[in-house]
């Protein structure tokens, strides 16, 4: 049994279990990390997440959870 919370991913709102909340923060702050001193990081990860966030709302087809499953298949391909 996991946690599930809701959260904010490029304008759009998603529930996300516990596993794939951790997994997701983690490759997003990796990304951050990457593009920390270039020029327009913020427009960057922001243009990044929400691009995250179509492909889960395509990926997912009306369920309702965000799993590891469907973390792996969106940011892990």
Excluded: W
């Excluded at 946690?3 to 794939?20: C, Q, S």
């Excluded at 309702?64 to 969106?74: L, P, Q, R």
């Amino acid at each position: 049994m996991n946690k599930i919370t809701t959260v904010n991913l490029g304008g759009y709102p998603f529930t996300i279990d516990e596993d794939a909340y951790s997994a997701l923060n983690n490759y997003l702050g990796s990304i951050q990390a990457h593009f920390a001193d270039s020029e327009g990081c913020d427009e960057i990860l922001d243009d990044i997440e929400t691009r995250i966030a179509e492909i889960f709302t395509d990926y997912l087809h009306g369920r309702s959870i965000v799993t590891m499953k469907e973390y792996h298949a969106v940011c892990i391909r």
